[in-house]
């Protein structure tokens, strides 16, 4: 049995030094190579098979990361492997010690397109991958043709629409090879909660980004529009996984929602969950109270939805362990998760899949302060969020349930 980790991991920030990524930030030398050895540190301890990065930069800063991290994984190798002489070099522990090097894995960068000038520069997303990938690896973000989302009023009137062209970070789609089948791999962060304000023709900046003169509504309006952004760009996700589905193959996304596991923006990725019975509701085109679905059609309905629904390894860690709540991001005495790995159902047994299953989900959120906290600037360096991952075992073949 093939075993696999799989992590997704936002950096907060990956960029070289004395480069302003942000307006008036920008690190040292000092300070980008504690980022960088702390960051490498991180991926030693997950050790993980499949990376999916989020706030890259600079495709080199990382290529600089994951070499740091092969130098202190085989330090650690030298002193915490026994060598081939040693009798007992097969026991479990040496294994879980053991560090894999990332020598022969394939990485592959998606740039921002709206990234700029200095001081406004825009994050693009990164995969790493020991399994190395099948095909090339596709960047969502310019759309070809413009995505509408049509509104209705009540009346049944015409109600606008929303018109999607470009999403604010890219998706990362990579068809990768895991046990006896190429998986397709999401990589995506999707837009912040921070609120988007318009700036008027000819204006410095938008009135409501000056918080001296404070404009409640106005802010609230933000944050619509980047609460409408973000689920605009988990629909354009989700049109791409269902096509994936739909074409039989797994699926596996991670990366930075930027909302909560039981979020619109992750229900909209993942998928509705079906009713256990379909036959009591009235038919869509019901002429007759008792005009309902059929056990056969209920069926149908239940298979169709399910063939298309993504698992949180979240929310089946917290079932499974009996856990009451796992958090990613601490900010102002809020804790929760916005960073998320769903599967499809080949890696739920329990949802008829075969291909594997979910043995563990790791979170590392040791590092993480809230804000108010005294250790709060160690954050400019560190992640802000909390690095998870998830242990599968792969089944060798068709029907294996070892």
Partial sequence: MLRARVASFNVKNLIGPEQEYYKFQQYTEEEYAWKSDWLAEQLVTMDADIVGFQEIFEEAALSDVIEAADEIGQESNEVSVPDRSKRYRKRAIFRKLSYTGYDDAALAF???VNDGEAGHRRPGVALLSRFGFEGTPEVIQELKTPMDIPFQDFDGEE???YRVSRLSRPILKARIPMGREVVTVFNTHLKSKLGEFVRPEDAEFAPESDLASYDAVGRALGSARAAMR?????WVLRGEIVAELKAGRPVIVMGDFNDSENAVSSEIIAGEKPFKNYSWMLRHNAKASNDRYSREENEHIQEAIASVQLHS???????KSMRDMVYTSAFGGVFESIDQIYMSRHFV???GGELGEMEYFSVLNDHLTDGSHAEAPYNKLASDHGQIMVHLAL???RGDKR
């Fill in 230 to 234: 973000r689920m605009a760009e988990a």
């Fill in 159 to 161: 109600g606008g629409y």
């Fill in 110 to 112: 998606a740039p921002n």
């Fill in 349 to 351: 047994p329990e949802a």
């Fill in 313 to 319: 390894a979240e929310k089946l860690f917290v079932k």
């Fill in 395 to 397: 089944n060798d073949k």
